[in-house]
């Protein structure tokens, strides 16, 4: 089990590695200028190579390279060409304020999907429920996730008003956890919220319906039935053994659901990771956009390990060797 | 993590449709295509995505005729205005955008680039992943290898962000936001494909046609594709969804092609131009559109998956 | 509309075909065809007006026989490619943002045009022009300094290297349930950050904090490492002067200024000025500044310092300020930029000034109207009134909402929780928001932010001084504005300083109207021609 | 309630006993009705073991889940099934609640793939426990723990895996748990039939010392005619879909009158009696019809070395003789039948006619 763990632990550092590495250099190789903005202001040559030499980014492509991997190492992302400061400083606040959404998101998604599914895999083949669930929620995972956002803001923040359109909190200046505990937040929170739910739920919800209608025939679920406990507890039965794909799909999809959570945050106006990063992209800020992308990629990898063990918690077939 | 042998004896192969007797000579890969496609049409569900789609595709053939205007042309007031924001009229029946351009126009259009991405990234991924896939699941080895650190890798890079930084480096255009779809979603399909032809490449026929002297290449064409076909229709249906998916967000948040019109793009220009929430004229029939679209895919999608799946099917 | 124009592939030069008609010479006796000419405009990153302008402007140019290769490019590689790089293949259509600074008539005289200049990319390079334009700058009398401004605007008028199409009209939108005078423009003029909401703006309610819905977060609190002459951080830290919209500098932290040689500056700062720590504001302070920067030389203030020698304190308000050449935009670009930097809080630092984290160190003192209280990076910012500033405001304090996009921006003005918005709407939207929503109100401000019709001066067509007369006349400005900006800007004046910064712009130039058929007699005149299907021909040689 | 108190509320359940008549079971597939089981009758007196035997697919297991309730929705079901008077066919879920494992408990076809593989074996019994009796999950433990030591696993294996276990050890959990409740009426559907022969006899022996230290009723559903020759007090034989034989299992396996019988006992081993000539293993040549649209007369016709045409046209009625009964139109001519049929022959002549 430990070795196991290590041996993960290590193939996830390789892979950080080469997600690293490959950033690295999509954003070196390319053309985009960082210096743009000052140049349209009328940045000198020699004001500019002191600029380009303060951000790393003169020497060779190698050399930027080792340094960057270095500092890396020590847990220095560099600093924000656009906020003057260390990149850790500028997302940490705004990884927490991700996760806020991300993690009850990917759960309360994932839950209420599985629910779902395993209710329209357990119905009566060909009915009504299992008719209409499958055809809603292919619909709905057609749905794409900004399309999602507009019609809640539409629908509950303009036309209703029942919540704030955008932003994670009136202005105030509550700081650290505590703002996270106020009921305005907890108001701002919802419509996102439901908008990753929404993104995740379909998927998940199918998913789990495959895997109940898969187990629903095995020798197992009959033997549970001819045992005389009640329905649900049947239904129990097959769902909690079509969990083990949900959990193995679950967590390698991050990498897809991730995105997901980009674009929601765009159109809450979310502070999150993600906003950041399309930011930053746009604003040629290298050290901060690899950075957060870094962060993105460590989270699917540990996501990715948590499934791992997750699965053998689940699982009691699974060994780790 | 490997899951303990089980001592139950190993189920023999799934039969497949039943319909095709499978012989020494196969089948070839054309009437395995057609067949899956005939089984995937039996499907209700998956028949409402085909007529959808093909609706789509003769909007988006027709959409230069259909279109009353240009889709750039600004439309003017008598009094030389320009005509903003109008909600639907006879002239423009879905109203005009807060540019004063036609929306009925930029829509019609915005099925063509939908489709172009879809097709040319279900070409490309579906080319990509079935050559990979098949390649790595049937000669193993090396390429099997490389193949796996790859997707091991590739599985790590969070999509739209990937996207977004290298359509954004790369510069907007339809060509690079096809390159860039194509590079992020091969290796799922070739990994899904990969697997399918392991289990195919076990068969006793396989097995028997090798020892009768059969080349790689017979074997792959005649019996290995037409069996992992169902995988490969199955992955290229999903492939398009999640193009025209990704090009959506892309151009939603500005990083479209400025040059072609995409449904994308209308409703980010709505988006930051502040009107999202008041002209649902020229924010419903993209949003719609998209809609109606990518869950035909996914009906489509889910028809073979059900066909994939010999355990989802209906006794 | 015909069915060809409607195709997109067709070629926008078709229409032409009409006009060739009438055209006198035959094919035989014309050139090679003017080749497809690539229009290259900043891609909707930046908005789509650029589009929208290039558009309609090459439908009117095709008209001339000419047909056009689209070509968008991202702001970024526009900059560094075009402005700067000097990659402009045929015509580019862009706009120069209203900074403060180019009030000065030298940013569009030299800046733009002058041989080697480094934003010179229409690439057009004449001698004595260029002569007259860095002459103009060396000229510390105003009144002798206009008349050769005003000569240079002539010169160029006549050779036409790129012209102005329109100028931009900003506009703000702000809550008038709430707030009252957020816009008079004085003391701070327009240009003085078009998005500052005025110091002079007075609560109606008794919420005194004035929340200004914005797009993007503030970079910094470190001056030094700060371009941005508009920016957030001038609320917190004191200029010398600023800018007012008749183009005139007026004084602010400095109460005079006067030019004891063409060289030198004497420099008299307002008497009882305090930091936000409650330390007095002297000439030490002021040097201090000057010196450090000069000694440091901070990248990103680079374009506006490079003339700075050094200064040197005369009394507790008087200091002199040392020029390494003769230089009247001293004036109007330095005195409204440079800052005053507290001695005593960086004096004994020893690290790297331009790195430092103020915030985190606590550092954030000025002598400005605001001061530093808090910051959550990419949401809010929040400043304090500092009551014992000259300027104080009426109200308690600042709010800047980092919304990152239009529609919340929108929405956080329909709500009520923003106050103030400006720029980052689009202004026709805030123009719409106004009239659709009675608590709020909405102004326009013209500036003189320009979009540009750039040609390469260096290759045909262009280096032809007809072709580019007959483009100039069959460029519509009035339909980039109307189509283009939907309405919010305006047709630019002749010559390359625009109307909007006053005295500076020469309004002697006589305007050139929009007329496709002068253009088509001023290319023919010149010896092209039209071939069957109305294609433009250069003249036989 | 205690464990004591459990134990002897469940040892006070008497026998039950169970009469089966007119069963039809049709299941609707893609391809039309098809008829698995037809008008199938039987009785299992109170405390008695009754055999049910036939090749795979000619019904048995379709009657073993028709009394358990668990065919597919939508199958066509007919008859009755009388538990001590009460018929449990067509009962709804909620109702079948009360009568399954209550009173009628299945040891399953195959162990291997019946217990769920992410609970624990004991898990599994004490659910079945807790589902009918009001006790906690102590008790139900402790009494689970009583129903492994019956079948002779160690208590302390409860809390193991199915996965963990051999086929031989799964199958005795199963039947742990199909005694955990003392139903009156066990139904055991093949329960060696994945098992090597030692193991199968074990098994047995251990199904037989229960059955006679509980006194339980017991249908037991298997292929193999030794097995019911040693437990079965009744033998009920069926082929396709009906029972074409049925009586005392002395008689039927003793003097069988209905051809099919007769196959069947050919193409098992018997014990050789010493000096005796070895008896040939005879196989059936042929296959089970299609039951979609099954022959018009006998269906085992296809396959009778006896046939004559009235077993191609018309179906056969049931002759009694005595407590045993046969579905053949020449009862009266099983004499001769069985000397013929003990020919390999007689049967090698129908392989080649075939």
């Given at each position: 089990?430990?070795?196991?763990?290590l041996?993960?632990?290590?193939?996830?550092?390789?892979?950080?590695?080469?997600?690293?590495?490959?950033?690295?250099?999509m954003?070196?190789v390319?053309?985009?200028?960082?210096?743009?903005?000052?140049?349209?202001?009328?940045?000198?040559d020699?004001?500019r190579?002191?600029?380009?030499?303060?951000?790393?980014?003169?020497?060779?492509?190698?050399?930027?390279?080792?340094?960057?991997?270095?500092?890396?190492?020590?847990?220095?992302?560099?600093?924000?060409?656009f906020?003057?400061?260390?990149?850790?400083?500028?997302?940490f606040?705004?990884?927490?304020?991700?996760?806020?959404?991300?993690?009850?998101?990917?759960?309360?998604?994932?839950?209420?999907?599985?629910a779902?599914?395993?209710?329209?895999?357990?119905?009566?083949?060909?009915?009504k429920?299992?008719?209409s669930?499958?055809?809603?929620?292919?619909?709905?995972?057609?749905?794409?996730n900004?399309?999602?956002?507009?019609?809640?803001?539409?629908?509950?923040?303009?036309?209703?008003?029942?919540?704030p359109?955008?932003?994670?909190?009136d202005?105030?200046?509550?700081?650290?956890?505590?703002?996270?505990?106020?009921?305005?937040?907890?108001?701002?929170?919802?419509?996102?919220?439901?908008?990753?739910?929404?993104?995740?739920?379909?998927?998940?919800?199918?998913?789990?319906?495959?895997?109940?209608?898969?187990?629903?025939?095995?020798?197992?679920?009959?033997?549970?039935?001819?045992?005389?406990?009640?329905?649900?507890?049947?239904?129990w039965?097959?769902?909690?053994?079509?969990?083990?794909?949900?959990?193995?799909?679950?967590?390698?999809?991050?990498?897809e659901?991730?995105?997901g959570?980009v674009?929601?945050?765009?159109?809450?106006?979310?502070?999150?990771?993600?906003?950041?990063?399309?930011?930053?992209?746009?604003?040629?800020d290298y050290?901060l956009?690899?950075?957060?992308?870094?962060?993105?990629?460590?989270?699917?990898?540990?996501?990715?390990?948590?499934?791992?063990?997750?699965?053998?918690?689940?699982?009691?077939?699974?060994?780790?060797? | 993590?490997?899951?303990?042998?089980?001592?139950?004896?190993?189920?023999?192969?799934?039969?497949s449709?039943?319909?095709?007797?499978?012989?020494?000579?196969?089948?070839s890969?054309?009437?395995?295509?057609?067949?899956?496609l005939?089984?995937m049409?039996?499907d209700?569900?998956?028949?409402i995505g085909?007529?959808?789609?093909?609706?789509?595709?003769?909007?988006?053939?027709?959409?230069?005729?259909?279109?009353?205007?240009?889709?750039?042309?600004?439309?003017?007031?008598?009094?030389?205005?320009?005509?903003?924001?109008?909600?639907?009229?006879?002239?423009?029946?879905?109203?005009?955008?807060?540019?004063?351009?036609?929306?009925?126009?930029?829509?019609?259009?915005?099925f063509?680039?939908?489709?172009?991405?879809?097709?040319?990234?279900?070409?490309?991924?579906?080319?990509?992943?079935t050559?990979?896939?098949?390649?790595?699941?049937?000669?193993?080895?090396?390429?099997?290898?490389?193949?796996?650190?790859?997707?091991?890798?590739?599985?790590?890079?969070p999509?739209?962000?990937?996207?977004?930084?290298?359509?954004?480096?790369?510069?907007?255009s339809?060509e690079?936001?096809?390159?860039?779809?194509?590079?992020l979603?091969?290796?799922n399909?070739?990994?899904?494909?990969?697997?399918?032809?392991l289990?195919?490449?076990?068969?006793?026929?396989?097995?028997?046609?090798?020892?009768?002297?059969?080349?790689?290449?017979?074997?792959?064409?005649?019996?290995?594709?037409?069996?992992?076909?169902?995988?490969?229709?199955?992955?290229?249906?999903?492939?398009?969804?999640?193009?025209?998916?990704?090009?959506?967000?892309?151009?939603f948040?500005?990083?479209?092609?400025?040059?072609a019109?995409?449904?994308?793009?209308?409703?980010?220009?709505?988006?930051?131009?502040?009107?999202?929430?008041t002209a649902?004229?020229?924010v419903?029939?993209?949003?719609?559109?998209?809609?109606?679209?990518?869950?035909?895919?996914?009906?489509?999608?889910?028809?073979?998956?059900?066909?994939?799946n010999?355990?989802?099917?209906?006794? | 509309?015909?069915?060809?124009?409607?195709?997109l592939?067709?070629?926008?030069?078709?229409p032409?075909?009409?006009?060739?008609?009438?055209?006198?010479?035959?094919a035989?006796d014309?050139g090679e065809?003017?080749?497809?000419l690539?229009?290259?405009?900043?891609a909707?990153?930046?908005?789509?007006?650029?589009?929208?302008?290039?558009?309609?402007?090459?439908?009117?140019?095709?008209?001339?026989?000419?047909?056009?290769?689209m070509?968008?490019?991202?702001?970024?590689?526009?900059?560094?490619?075009?402005?700067?790089?000097?990659?402009?293949?045929?015509?580019a259509?862009?706009?120069?943002?209203?900074?403060?600074?180019?009030?000065?008539?030298?940013?569009?005289?030299?800046?733009l045009?002058?041989?080697?200049?480094?934003?010179?990319?229409?690439?057009?390079?004449?001698?004595?022009?260029?002569?007259?334009?860095?002459?103009?700058?060396?000229?510390v009398?105003?009144?002798?300094?206009?008349?050769?401004?005003?000569?240079?605007?002539?010169?160029?008028?006549?050779?036409?290297?790129?012209?102005?199409?329109?100028?931009?009209?900003?506009?703000?939108?702000?809550?008038?349930?709430?707030?009252?005078?957020?816009?008079?423009?004085?003391?701070?003029?327009?240009?003085?950050?078009?998005?500052?909401?005025?110091?002079?703006?007075?609560?109606?309610?008794?919420?005194?904090?004035?929340?200004?819905a914005?797009?993007?977060?503030?970079?910094?609190?470190?001056?030094?490492a700060?371009?941005?002459?508009?920016?957030?951080?001038r609320?917190?830290?004191?200029t010398f002067?600023?800018?007012?919209?008749?183009?005139?500098?007026v004084?602010?932290?400095?109460?005079?200024?006067?030019?004891?040689?063409?060289?030198?500056?004497?420099?008299?700062?307002?008497e009882?000025?305090?930091?936000?720590?409650?330390?007095?504001?002297?000439?030490?302070?002021?040097?201090?500044?000057?010196?450090?920067?000069?000694?440091?030389?901070?990248?990103?203030?680079?374009?506006?310092?490079?003339?700075?020698?050094?200064?040197?304190?005369?009394?507790d308000?008087?200091?002199?300020?040392?020029?390494k050449?003769?230089?009247?935009?001293?004036?109007?670009?330095?005195?409204?930029?440079?800052?005053?930097?507290?001695?005593?809080?960086?004096?004994?630092?020893?690290?790297d000034?331009?790195?430092?984290?103020?915030?985190?160190?606590?550092?954030?003192?000025?002598?400005?109207?605001?001061?530093?209280?808090?910051w959550?990076?990419?949401?809010?910012?929040?400043?304090?009134?500092?009551?014992?500033?000259?300027?104080?405001?009426e109200?308690?304090?600042?709010?800047r909402?980092?919304?990152g996009?239009?529609?919340?921006?929108?929405?956080?003005?329909?709500?009520?929780?923003?106050?103030?918005?400006?720029m980052?709407?689009?202004?026709?939207?805030?123009?719409?928001?106004?009239?659709?929503?009675?608590?709020l109100?909405?102004?326009?401000?013209?500036?003189?932010g320009?979009?540009?019709?750039w040609?390469?001066?260096?290759?045909?067509?262009?280096?032809?001084?007809?072709?580019?007369?007959?483009?100039?006349?069959?460029?519509?400005?009035?339909?980039?504005?109307?189509?283009?900006?939907?309405?919010?800007?305006?047709?630019?004046?002749e010559?390359?300083?625009?109307?909007?910064?006053?005295?500076?712009?020469?309004?002697?130039?006589?305007?050139?109207?929009?007329?496709?058929?002068?253009?088509?007699?001023?290319?023919?005149?010149?010896?092209?021609?039209?071939?069957?299907?109305?294609?433009l021909?250069?003249p036989?040689? | 309630?205690?464990?004591?108190?459990?134990?002897?509320?469940l040892?006070?359940?008497?026998?039950?006993?169970?009469?089966?008549?007119?069963?039809?079971?049709?299941?609707?597939?893609?391809?039309?009705?098809?008829?698995?089981?037809?008008?199938?009758?039987?009785t299992?007196?109170?405390?008695?073991?009754l055999?049910?035997?036939?090749?795979?697919?000619?019904?048995k297991?379709t009657?073993?889940k028709?009394l358990?309730?668990?065919?597919?929705?939508?199958?066509?079901?007919?008859?009755?099934?009388?538990?001590?008077?009460?018929?449990?066919?067509?009962?709804?879920?909620d109702?079948?609640?009360?009568?399954?494992?209550?009173?009628?408990?299945?040891?399953?076809?195959?162990a291997?793939?019946?217990l769920?593989?992410?609970?624990?074996?004991?898990?599994?019994?004490v659910?079945?426990?807790?589902?009918?009796?009001?006790?906690?999950?102590?008790?139900?433990?402790?009494?689970?723990?009583?129903?492994?030591?019956?079948v002779?696993?160690?208590?302390a294996?409860?809390?193991?895996?199915?996965?963990m276990?051999s086929?031989?050890?799964?199958?005795?959990?199963?039947?742990?748990?199909?005694?955990?409740?003392?139903?009156?009426?066990?139904?055991?559907?093949?329960?060696?039939?994945?098992?090597?022969?030692?193991?199968?006899?074990?098994?047995?022996?251990?199904?037989r010392?229960?059955?006679?230290h509980?006194?339980?009723?017991?249908v037991?559903?298997?292929h193999?005619?030794?097995?019911?020759?040693e437990?079965?007090?009744?033998t009920?034989?069926?082929?396709?879909?009906?029972?074409?034989e049925s009586?005392?299992?002395?008689?039927?396996l003793?003097?069988p009158?209905?051809?099919?019988?007769?196959?069947?006992?050919?193409?098992?081993?018997?014990?050789?009696v010493?000096?005796?000539?070895?008896?040939?293993?005879?196989?059936?040549p042929?296959?089970v019809?299609?039951?979609?649209?099954?022959?018009?007369?006998?269906?085992?016709?296809?396959?009778?070395p006896?046939a004559?045409?009235?077993?191609?046209?018309?179906?056969?009625?049931?002759?009694?003789a005595?407590?045993?009964?046969?579905a053949?139109?020449?009862?009266?001519?099983?004499?001769?039948?069985?000397?013929?049929?003990?020919?390999?022959?007689?049967?090698?002549?129908m392989r080649?006619?075939?």
């Open positions: 089990m430990r070795a196991y763990i041996r993960r632990l290590a193939q996830s550092v390789l892979v950080v590695w080469a997600v690293t590495t490959i950033m690295f250099f954003f070196r390319m053309p985009a200028d960082p210096t743009a903005i000052l140049l349209e202001r009328g940045l000198t020699e004001a190579q002191a600029l380009l030499e303060r951000w790393g980014l003169t020497g060779s492509l190698w050399d930027q390279y080792i340094a960057y991997l270095g500092n890396l190492l020590q847990g220095d992302f560099g600093a924000s060409f906020y003057r400061k260390p990149v850790w400083e500028v997302l606040p705004l990884i927490v304020n991700t996760l806020w959404i991300a993690v009850p998101g990917l759960l309360l998604g994932a839950a209420i999907g599985a779902i599914g395993t209710a329209v895999g357990w119905a009566r083949r060909g009915g429920l299992e008719r669930g499958i055809f809603l929620a292919t619909v709905i995972r057609g749905v794409p900004f399309v999602i956002g507009i019609a809640l803001l539409t629908v509950f923040s303009s036309t209703l008003g029942w919540f359109g955008f932003g994670m909190g202005p105030g200046e509550t700081t650290g956890f505590a703002r996270y505990l106020t009921l305005d937040f907890l108001h701002h929170l919802t419509l996102p919220l439901v908008a990753v739910i929404i993104y995740f739920l379909p998927e998940n919800l199918l998913l789990m319906r495959s895997g109940v209608v898969e187990n629903r025939t095995e020798d197992y679920i009959e033997l549970v039935r001819a045992k005389g406990v009640p329905q649900r507890r049947v239904a039965h097959a769902a909690r053994n079509s969990m083990l794909p949900l959990i193995t799909w679950l967590f390698p999809a991050l990498a659901t991730i995105a959570i674009v929601i945050e765009i159109v809450f106006s979310w502070p999150g990771v993600g906003r950041e990063l399309v930011l930053a992209v746009t604003r040629q050290p956009a690899q950075a957060a992308f870094f962060l993105l990629a460590v989270m699917i990898v540990l996501a990715n390990l948590a499934a791992d063990l997750v699965y053998g918690k689940l699982d009691p077939r699974v060994v780790y060797k | 993590m490997t899951v303990a042998p089980d001592p139950a004896p190993v189920p023999g192969p799934v039969s449709s039943g319909a095709t007797p499978i012989t020494i000579r196969g089948r890969p054309w009437a395995a295509a057609w067949d899956s005939r089984l049409m039996r209700s569900f998956a028949l085909v007529v959808v789609l093909s609706v789509f595709v003769v909007l988006a053939v027709l959409a230069p005729w259909l279109a009353p205007y240009d889709p750039f042309q600004a439309m003017m007031t008598e009094a030389g205005r320009l005509n903003r924001l109008s909600p639907p009229t006879a002239a423009n029946p879905f109203g005009t955008t807060g540019f004063g351009q036609d929306v009925l126009s930029q829509f019609l259009y915005g063509r680039v939908a489709l172009m991405v879809g097709l040319v990234a279900a070409v490309a991924v579906g080319f990509i992943s050559l990979f896939g098949v390649l790595s699941g049937y000669f193993g080895g090396l390429v099997d290898d490389v193949l796996m650190r790859i997707t091991d890798v590739a599985l790590s890079i999509t739209l962000p990937f996207a977004i930084v290298a359509v954004a480096l790369l510069g907007p339809i690079n936001i096809i390159l860039v779809i194509t590079i979603f091969w290796r399909g070739a990994r899904i494909i990969r697997s399918a032809v289990t195919e490449k076990e068969r006793v026929y396989v097995k028997w046609a090798r020892a009768a002297g059969a080349s790689h290449f017979h074997i792959i064409m005649r019996h290995i594709l037409p069996n992992v076909f169902r995988v490969v229709f199955l992955w290229i249906t999903m492939s398009v969804a999640f193009a025209i998916l990704t090009e959506a967000s892309l151009s948040l500005g990083l479209g092609d400025p040059k019109i995409s449904w994308g793009q209308m409703l980010n220009t709505a988006f930051s131009s502040g009107n999202l929430r649902w004229w020229w419903v029939p993209p949003s719609v559109a998209l809609v109606l679209l990518v869950s035909s895919l996914y009906l489509i999608g889910r028809a073979y998956e059900e066909q994939t010999p355990r989802l099917r209906r006794r | 509309m015909t069915t060809a124009v409607r195709r592939a067709a070629p926008l030069w078709l032409a075909g009409l006009f060739a008609l009438c055209g006198s010479a035959m035989q014309l065809p003017v080749p497809e690539q229009i290259a405009y900043y909707t990153d930046m908005g789509p007006m650029y589009e929208q302008s290039a558009r309609v402007m090459s439908e009117e140019w095709a008209k001339l026989g000419l047909s056009f290769q070509q968008p490019v991202q702001f970024s590689s526009f900059i560094s490619n075009i402005i700067v790089g000097g990659g402009l293949e045929d015509m259509v862009f706009t120069v943002g209203a900074d403060p600074d180019r009030v000065d008539p030298t940013y569009w005289l030299h800046d045009g002058a041989c080697g200049a480094r934003r010179n990319g229409a690439k057009w390079c004449d001698e004595a022009y260029t002569e007259i334009v860095q002459r103009q700058r060396e000229i009398d105003p009144v002798e300094r206009l008349k050769v401004v005003h000569d240079a605007q002539q010169y160029f008028y006549d050779t036409m290297p790129w012209w102005p199409a329109t100028n931009t009209v900003y506009g703000i939108l702000w809550n008038s349930d709430k707030w009252e005078n957020v816009t008079s423009p004085a003391p701070v003029a327009a240009h003085e950050g078009l998005v500052d909401p005025w110091l002079s703006a007075r609560p109606l309610t008794d919420d005194r904090i004035l929340d200004w914005h797009y993007e977060d503030v970079t910094t609190y470190n001056p030094l700060e371009e941005g002459a508009v920016g957030w951080i609320f917190v830290y004191d002067a600023k800018n007012n919209s008749d183009g005139d500098t004084p602010w932290a400095a109460s005079a200024w006067e030019f004891t040689d063409p060289q030198t500056v004497k420099i008299t700062l307002r009882g000025m305090t930091f936000h720590d409650g330390e007095p504001v002297s000439a030490d302070d002021a040097v201090f500044t000057i010196n450090t920067i000069v000694e440091l030389q901070p990248p990103a203030m680079s374009s506006r310092i490079g003339n700075l020698a050094g200064a040197e304190k005369v009394d308000l008087t200091f002199n300020v040392s020029l050449t003769p230089d009247a935009s001293f004036v109007t670009t330095v005195l409204p930029y440079v800052f005053i930097l507290p001695e005593h809080v960086w004096a004994d630092y020893d690290g000034m331009i790195a430092r984290d103020v915030v985190a160190e606590n550092a954030v003192i000025g002598s400005g109207p605001f001061k530093f209280r808090s959550r990076v990419n949401e809010t910012h929040q400043l304090d009134a500092f009551k014992e500033h000259f300027h104080a405001p109200y308690d304090g600042l709010r909402l980092a919304l996009q239009a529609d919340a921006i929108r929405s956080a003005m329909l709500d009520g929780t923003g106050d103030i918005a400006s980052v709407l689009p202004v026709a939207s805030m123009s719409d928001l106004a009239m659709q929503n009675d608590h109100d909405f102004l326009e401000i013209p500036s003189h320009s979009m540009l019709v040609l390469n001066n260096q290759k045909a067509p262009f280096t032809d001084p007809a072709f580019r007369k007959a483009l100039r006349q069959a460029t519509s400005k009035q339909r980039a504005a109307i189509e283009g900006w939907l309405g919010f800007a305006v047709p630019a004046g010559g390359p300083v625009p109307e909007q910064i006053g005295m500076w712009h020469n309004k002697d130039l006589p305007e050139i109207p929009f007329d496709v058929e002068a253009a088509r007699a001023t290319l023919e005149e010149a010896g092209y021609g039209w071939d069957s299907s109305g294609r021909h250069y036989k040689k | 309630m205690s464990l004591a108190e459990l134990n002897a509320r040892a006070a359940k008497p026998a039950a006993e169970l009469r089966v008549d007119g069963l039809s079971v049709t299941y609707n597939t893609a391809r039309g009705p098809f008829h698995a089981v037809e008008d199938v009758g039987f299992v007196p109170a405390g008695t073991n055999g049910l035997v036939g090749e795979s697919g000619c019904g297991s009657v073993v028709a358990m309730g668990l065919l597919p929705e939508g199958t066509g079901l007919t008859g009755r099934a009388l538990l001590d008077g009460d018929d449990i066919l067509g009962l709804t879920d109702a079948l609640r009360d009568v399954r494992w209550n009173r009628i408990a299945l040891i399953t076809q195959s291997m793939n019946s769920d593989p992410v609970y624990s074996i004991g898990d599994q019994i659910e079945a426990i807790r589902a009918h009796e009001p006790v906690g999950r102590a008790t139900a433990w402790a009494r689970a723990e009583e129903m492994f030591a019956l002779g696993l160690p208590a294996r409860l809390t193991e895996f199915p996965h276990f086929g031989g050890m799964r199958q005795r959990a199963v039947i742990a748990m199909a005694l955990a409740l003392n139903a009156g009426m066990l139904l055991a559907d093949e329960p060696t039939t994945a098992l090597d022969p030692i193991m199968q006899s074990q098994i047995m022996a251990r199904i010392g229960i059955h006679a509980m006194r339980r009723s017991m037991l559903v298997t193999d005619i030794a097995v019911v020759a437990t079965c007090e009744t009920v034989v069926m082929y396709a879909g009906k029972v074409v009586g005392p299992t002395g008689q039927v003793g003097r009158l209905h051809p099919y019988t007769m196959g069947l006992q050919n193409a098992f081993p018997r014990l050789p010493r000096g005796a000539p070895r008896q040939p293993l005879i196989s059936i042929g296959v019809p299609n039951l979609a649209s099954p022959p018009p007369g006998c269906r085992f016709a296809g396959r009778c006896f004559a045409d009235l077993c191609r046209t018309t179906p056969p009625p049931v002759a009694a005595g407590p045993q009964q046969a053949c139109h020449f009862t009266d001519r099983a004499e001769e039948f069985r000397a013929a049929a003990a020919l390999p022959e007689t049967w090698r002549k080649a006619a075939a």
